[in-house]
């Protein structure tokens, strides 16, 4: 089964400090990875996304994303974090190997992780 | 504007009644789907389509109703509110592609009294 994690529920940073938000996956095949950050009373707003390649993956406003097999984990980075990038990101995860019918295109969510960025 | 488009943007329900949420996106896309979004819960797959006269069922369906008489919207129907229908709804399209993001609406908070 799909499934996404999101060990913290919150994450605390000061401006100008780097920050990192986690997320591990589990699907049955191999993944495709999200980013998504939602501020608030909005929509989600698609960050970046890890389909094949270099397994550090560069979004938008300066984040970044390591994509790591082994440990099963795609957790989004920023060197200089923002009082602008406080909100709420989620990970999200694909299966790549899904077909017509079943999962395609679905989408696993994880929990989501407040970020608070103090001035 | 491009885009999905979500109506309303608030709706206060009694229990018992019903309504239609309404999802339109202008870019051709395949796949739609309805979120609901709840504190501590993230979002949680309500219904989904692959594509026209296509639907199916996600994590938490009871409750609701769908169809997808048209590639352009997805309308999300509740048959009989209940409080815990209570939520943030996001309806949200891509191609019909997992290499694809999704675009994700503005959402409908909805309160069931």
């Known amino acids: 089964a799909q499934s996404v994690a999101q060990p913290e529920d919150q994450v605390n940073v000061a401006e100008g400090n780097p920050l990192t938000v986690k997320c591990t996956y589990s699907?049955?095949?191999?993944?495709?990875l999200f980013w998504y950050v939602q501020y608030p009373n909005r929509g989600l707003q698609f960050l970046l996304k890890y389909i094949t390649g270099d397994n550090l993956v560069k979004g938008s406003y300066g984040f970044e994303a390591e994509f790591n097999k082994s440990q099963t984990s795609f957790h989004l980075k920023k060197p200089s974090a923002l009082v602008s990038d406080s909100a709420l990101y989620f990970c999200a995860v694909r299966d790549k190997g899904a077909h017509r019918g079943s999962t395609l295109g679905r989408l696993y969510f994880g929990r989501g992780t407040q970020l608070t960025v103090w001035p | 504007n491009a885009g999905v488009t979500q109506t309303p943007k608030f709706q206060v329900l009694k229990t018992g009644q019903s309504m239609t949420l309404q999802c339109a996106q202008d870019m051709n896309h395949e796949y739609m789907s309805w979120y609901r979004q709840d504190p501590g819960m993230g979002l949680r797959l309500i219904h989904y389509s692959v594509g026209a006269g296509i639907t199916d069922q996600g994590e938490v369906p009871n409750g609701y109703n769908v169809s997808r008489s048209t590639t352009e919207d997805f309308p999300l129907r509740l048959l009989s509110a209940a409080p815990s229908q209570t939520s943030v709804y996001f309806c949200a399209s891509s191609y019909t592609s997992n290499r694809d993001s999704a675009i994700f609406g503005a959402g409908t908070r909805l309160s069931v009294l």
């Open positions: 699907v049955s095949g191999n993944p495709y």
